[in-house]
């Protein structure tokens, strides 16, 4: 009889909230579908694919198309099937059984999540009160710890915080560990290391087209690192990992700078426009805590978390939650409207 290995028996299927809503605010995504001249683009793409043959192992032309958009030399650039491809090979290539890793809370949780099929022992870094990394302390932990692998997205998902330039340059320069930035959301910020990413012999940079560029459903990460670990990348990774229609898809996306920087303004000002309101309705209530956020999203600390999430759920409105917090994305005006519309009512019909 077939046992399951005690790493795998217990684990269960990643499963997003189900069920149909109006209004969804849980995934950072970007609100809005890519408009139809890109679309009509795609269409015209997707006709000339080869479906008979393998894609392209290093996705050249896609390769091209973001390095053009992030101005990095394509050569430094390894394509995947999501950032959490990449998340997943890293841990699985860049370890060996027992190497140690440090992750910091709150973060995203994929990080934690394959460390332990990667049999990667993980050790967790807690952020201050104000939910902010403590640099010094965490090069301190790093680096007495004797730890290989430090990966942390940078602003970070859940909290909307994030660490400036010159603290990201200071804690890569300090610490032997290989570091892994997820700037996912560096596109609604301006602290980016990309430019600098050949200074640093221990450095990768995520990047992904989930977020600001709005094509979560083409599952397109991006690694970028110095030539030796991009070399190491593209050797590990399954051949066609990048099918050829994200890949001629994600070409296309990469070059319409126009639409994604005027795109960036839109959900930079709908996450103000959130902020602000949060804030304000925070004002009239106890035991709520706001965090401003350099990202598309708003976190928020409430005891009622859970009372609030059900509230507005029950209009069709979806959020994150976290223990006892919320985060919501900043989705379009009207969806920002609505939401903060909604929790204006939540204490309303409570009392
Ligand atoms: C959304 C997100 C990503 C993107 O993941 P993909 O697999 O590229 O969709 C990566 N990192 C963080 C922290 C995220 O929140």
Known sequence: MYELNDKIKNLVPYEPISGTYAIRLDANE?????????????????????????????????????????????????????????????????????????????????????????????????????????????IETVNRDNIDLLMFSNPCNPTGRGITRADAEKLVRSVNALVILDEAYMDFWTESLLDKIEDYSNLIIFRTASKLVGAAALRLGFAVANPAISRAL???????????????????VYRHKDYLQKRQK????????????????????????????????????????????????QQSIVVRLMGDCLRV?????????AVLGALRTYGENRV
């Open 30 to 138: 970007c609100p809005e579908n890519l408009p139809d001249d890109i679309r009509a683009e795609f269409a015209e793409r997707l006709g000339n694919i080869a479906f008979n043959r393998y894609p392209d192992p290093m996705a050249t032309r896609l390769v091209d198309s973001f390095s053009e958009y992030y101005a990095v030399k394509p050569e430094l650039v390894t394509a995947g099937n999501g950032s959490d491809e990449l998340i997943f090979l890293i841990e699985a290539a860049f370890m060996q059984k027992g190497d140690k890793m440090l992750v910091v809370s709150p973060d995203f949780s994929m990080y934690n999540f394959y460390s332990s099929i990667c049999e990667v022992s993980c050790r967790t870094f807690y952020k201050n009160e104000a939910l902010d990394i403590d640099v010094d302390a965490l």
């Open 234 to 252: 593209k050797a590990v990774k399954s051949p066609y990992n990048v099918n050829s229609v994200s890949q001629a898809f994600g070409e296309v």
């Open 266 to 313: 839109t959900i930079v000002n709908h996450t103000k426009i959130l902020y602000n309101g949060l804030v304000e309705w925070a004002r009239t209530r106890q035991d709520v805590t706001v965090y401003s956020t350099v990202a598309n999203f708003v976190f928020m600390k409430t005891g009622c978390s859970r009372d609030i999430w059900d509230y507005l759920k």
């Open 329 to 337: 994305t900043a989705g379009t005006e009207q969806e920002v409207a």
